[in-house]
Structures are given as C-alpha cells and as structure tokens.
C-alpha cells in the first residue's frame, strides 16, 4: 500500500514543478492554467518583443516574454480557429497576447496616457490573458495588407474605417479578419482593427495578473 505521506509529497513535488514550469527566463510568471498558443497556423511575433513598436523600445525581453499565453477562457476560442484559418490557407499572426502587469507598469512610465496606454491601477484585457492582437497573413507567412499598421492611432485603424476605392482590398482583408474572430467568439475593440477580446464576459471577474 502506498505511503500517503510519500504520495502527497510526490504531488507537492509536481505541483511545484508545474508551477516553475510558468516561470519565463526572465522571472515573468504565468498564471496558472493559462494556455500557450502554438501551431503551424499561428505565427508569433511579438511586437513589444522587438524595438518596432510605438513605444521604440522592447519592454518584454527582461521579462522573458517571448511566446504567446492566454487564459484559457480566450485559448479555447483561438483554438478553434485552426481548421478555419487551415481550409482558407491562412494563418494568424500573433502580435500580443498575455502582458504581465509590471510590464504595463513599465509601458506607463514611457508613455502615461490613457488614449494610448491602459493604466496600471486598473489593467487592460491583456494583463487577463484575455486579449490578442492579431493580422493575417498568407500560407506561406506574408502579411496581408490592412487600412492601417499596428499600433496606428489615426482613423485608419477603426474597424469601421470605410476604404477608398483604390483601398478596397485592404478593407476586405480586415473584414475578412474580423468575420474569422467572430466565427469563434471574439468581438473587435472600436478603434484598433487588430484588437480582440472573447465576447459576452464580465471582465470583473477576471483578475489582472
């Protein structure tokens, strides 16, 4: 019979083996349960995991963020995007996803204004794992074309944004974006074409992490 003293220290042990594993390189922590995404159908390229950003600066690296994690509320969702993103030849291009709060501290004190940063105190989507921003790109990973580029703050990067004729190819693929996160859930933020958070959740319930 076995000895329970040794069977819950056996599940001690690998409970902190599970959460070690949530520790990145730089000492950022991923809250438990939360899912990484992966697969030949999306493409991670972090943006403020590089300089090319609005912010010129790379604000992951000391944390060692370099993949993309999400709560599983919104992992699930994206998930089922495969199969879609698979039978139209497309992949997803993941831009952001899970930002820890000490980063978005630190993304405050370059940039402290809320039309362009969420406040620390009270979080973003993001700082829940409950949001993604994302683009299109082709089977062979070129990006297709968009009315605007990430992280654009002028009316081009409205969902709404009506193209000119000579644009019209551009606003099809966004909506084509669009259609594709609406097929799984999720819903656009109303200034950023690139934005999505799961639909119908009350984000009061959702701890900033």
């Not at 159908?41 to 604000?59: A, E, M, P, Q, S």
């Amino acid at each position: 019979m076995n000895n329970p003293r040794r069977v819950l220290a056996s599940v001690a042990a690998a409970a902190a083996l599970a959460i070690c594993a949530t520790v990145l390189a730089g000492g950022a922590k991923i809250p438990e349960g939360f899912k990484e995404i992966s697969g030949d159908r999306f493409i991670v390229d972090l943006r403020y995991d590089t300089d090319d950003n609005f912010l010129h600066k790379n604000v992951y690296v000391k944390y060692g963020i370099d993949r993309c994690w999400l709560h599983p509320e919104a992992a699930s969702r994206l998930i089922e995007l495969e199969p879609k993103l698979r039978k139209e030849h497309l992949k997803l291009v993941l831009w952001d996803c899970y930002r820890p709060n000490a980063v978005q501290k630190e993304m405050w004190k370059i940039v402290p204004d809320e039309h362009f940063v969420a406040n620390p105190k009270k979080g973003s989507m993001h700082n829940r794992g409950l949001a993604v921003d994302i683009t299109l790109a082709d089977e062979n990973g070129k990006r297709l074309l968009m009315p605007s580029s990430f992280d654009d703050f002028s009316d081009h990067a409205s969902p709404n944004y009506r193209c000119a004729p000579a644009e019209k190819s551009l606003c099809r693929n966004r909506d084509r974006l669009i259609n594709l996160m609406h097929s799984v859930g999720f819903e656009e933020f109303p200034t950023e074409w690139w934005h999505y958070s799961p639909h119908g959740l009350d984000v009061n319930n959702y701890p900033v992490r």
